[in-house]
């Protein structure tokens, strides 16, 4: 789903609020990206705008009023992030982001190696490491850590692979190692969340 929204439509709903996330996307003169998670109240609302049968003549508001909804919760995501000041992106830097984060995604067995991630973005380590926490909202290795939990969950749940196949598919040698990241991140071991 995609919202397209002016500028000055954003300081009407948002203007008055004293954040500095909020402020950067207000303010923010050149391109920069801010990508956030979907929460589940995202996708409740995007769920009602495709099912919700609407009188007609009411649809422009009514479709108004759930984009404003949406808007609403991606700031309130956006207002937890850690306060990192917003820096202007050329489409490069915006496509070598985006290519390290898919990079990642589709190697959860091998830890990060910023030096190599730079190189191959073509940016220095300091760059690509304010970009992609700017971007992302988390460092590269705590994305990195994030996804591999989330895809740790995802088979021990559909694939019913047990601890250690998932642990040692996602390149973990030791499994208590494996026990207490997943914990961290998911909020339970990973034997009883494979039970739940």
Same mark, same amino acid.
């Given at each position: ?7 000055? =439509?954003?300081?009407?709903?948002? !203007? ?11 303010? @923010? ?7 956030? @998670?979907?929460?589940?109240?995202? %996708?409740?609302?995007?769920? +009602? ?13 009514? =479709? ?5 909804? &949406?808007?609403?919760?991606? *700031?309130? %995501? &956006? ?8 820096? @202007?992106?050329? %489409? ?5 982001? /985006? ?7 589709s190697h959860l067995d091998e830890p990060p190696n910023i030096a190599v991630l730079a190189k191959e973005a073509g940016m220095s380590e300091p760059k690509l490491r304010k970009l992609f926490k700017q971007t992302f909202g988390k460092g590269v290795f705590? /994305?990195?850590?994030?996804? #591999?939990?989330? +895809?740790?969950? #995802? &088979? &021990? ?9 998932? @642990? =040692? ?8 190692? *494996?026990?207490?990241?997943? +914990?961290?991140?998911? !909020?339970?071991?990973?034997?009883? /969340?494979?039970?739940?």
């Amino acid at each position: 789903m995609t919202i397209a929204v002016s500028k000055q =439509y954003l300081h009407h709903l948002f !203007g008055e609020i004293d954040h500095p996330v909020v402020a950067s996307v207000l303010e @923010g003169k050149d391109n920069f990206v801010f990508e956030t @998670g979907i929460s589940s109240s995202i %996708i409740h609302t995007a769920s +009602e705008m495709l099912d919700q049968p609407v009188p007609e003549g009411l649809e422009s508001h009514y =479709y108004k009023l759930k984009c404003e909804e &949406l808007l609403c919760y991606v *700031f309130a %995501i &956006l207002m937890q992030r850690e306060i990192v000041p917003a820096t @202007g992106m050329h %489409i490069d830097d915006i496509k070598a982001i /985006y290519t390290i984060k898919n990079r990642l995604q589709s190697h959860l067995d091998e830890p990060p190696n910023i030096a190599v991630l730079a190189k191959e973005a073509g940016m220095s380590e300091p760059k690509l490491r304010k970009l992609f926490k700017q971007t992302f909202g988390k460092g590269v290795f705590e /994305y990195y850590q994030s996804a #591999r939990m989330q +895809e740790a969950a #995802r &088979l &021990l749940k559909e694939k019913r692979l047990t601890v250690s196949e998932v @642990g =040692y598919q996602l390149g973990f040698t030791n499994l208590s190692h *494996f026990s207490r990241v997943f +914990e961290q991140y998911i !909020g339970i071991k990973p034997k009883k /969340y494979s039970k739940t």
